[in-house]
Antibody, heavy 121, light 107 residues
Framework: QVQLVQSGAEVKKPGASVKVSCKAS????????MHWVRQAPGQGLEWMGI????????SYPQKFQGRVTMTRDTSTSTVYMELSSLRSEDTAVYYC??????????????WGQGTLVTVSS | DIQMTQSPSSLSASVGDRVTITCRAS??????LGWYQQKPGKAPKRLIY???SLQSGVPSRFSGSGSGTEFTLTISSLQPEDFATYYC?????????FGQGTKLEIK
């Protein structure tokens, strides 16, 4: 069965970077795009970007351009989301979420368990 | 960028009620829309994809409709387990975008 297992909670200081991992299993890793979504405490869902694990190509919203980097390691079926220059507003639960169609144009179906990133001095 | 305007932001209803949640897109997105349910402390769960296709395993009391710029999620007869927060997501054009969410509470 499809599983997405994310890395554990992180506490970071303002200005630092964080790298969250999402290890996939139960399917052909390179066949399905992966989204990253975050949710600040008590707030709604925010789309952070998408990666094509086959090509490694990515798309990010303007808001995160220059601060977010999504990568993948096909040898371990893992995608990564790195966010730099952290500020308190980046405190959130970060989710990876896989689509279930080829080509990537469908809303994600499978979600990781979430990783809490806390930014605090 | 495409903005998704979701309404209402909160809704009080009773078990057995029929409720409708709306998402409006700032430009046409065909039927490239999904609906999600989220409970506290949990990841979102997909209910609907392609605007009106019911996710396998989701009760038939959930339905979606719409195309272009206006979409609705309807719950035909609320059950106790349906009290949660609901989000729409457009994936027609990057960046993808979520609606602001609708918190469905027990009256």
């Amino acid at each position: 069965q499809v599983q997405l297992v994310q890395s554990g909670a992180e506490v970071k200081k303002p200005g630092a970077s964080v790298k969250v991992s999402c290890k996939a299993s139960g399917y052909t890793f390179t066949s399905y795009f992966m989204h990253w979504v975050r949710q600040a405490p008590g707030q709604g869902l925010e789309w952070m970007g998408i990666i094509n694990p086959s090509a490694g190509s990515t798309s990010y919203p303007q808001k995160f351009q220059g601060r977010v980097t999504m990568t993948r390691d096909t040898s371990t079926s893992t995608v990564y989301m790195e966010l730099s220059s952290l500020r308190s507003e980046d405190t959130a639960v970060y989710y990876c979420a896989r689509v279930d169609c080829s080509g990537g144009n469908c809303p994600p179906d499978y979600w990781g368990q979430g990783t809490l990133v806390t930014v605090s001095s | 960028d495409i903005q998704m305007t979701q309404s209402p932001s909160s809704l009080s209803a009773s078990v057995g009620d029929r409720v409708t949640i709306t998402c409006r897109a700032s430009q046409g997105i065909r039927n490239d829309l999904g609906w999600y349910q989220q409970k506290p402390g949990k990841a979102p769960k997909r209910l609907i994809y392609a605007a009106s296709s019911l996710q396998s395993g989701v009760p038939s009391r959930f339905s979606g409709s719409g195309s272009g710029t206006e979409f609705t999620l309807t719950i035909s007869s609320l059950q106790p387990e349906d009290f949660a927060t609901y989000y729409c997501l457009q994936h027609n054009t990057y960046p993808c975008s979520f609606g602001q969410g609708t918190k469905l509470e027990i009256k």
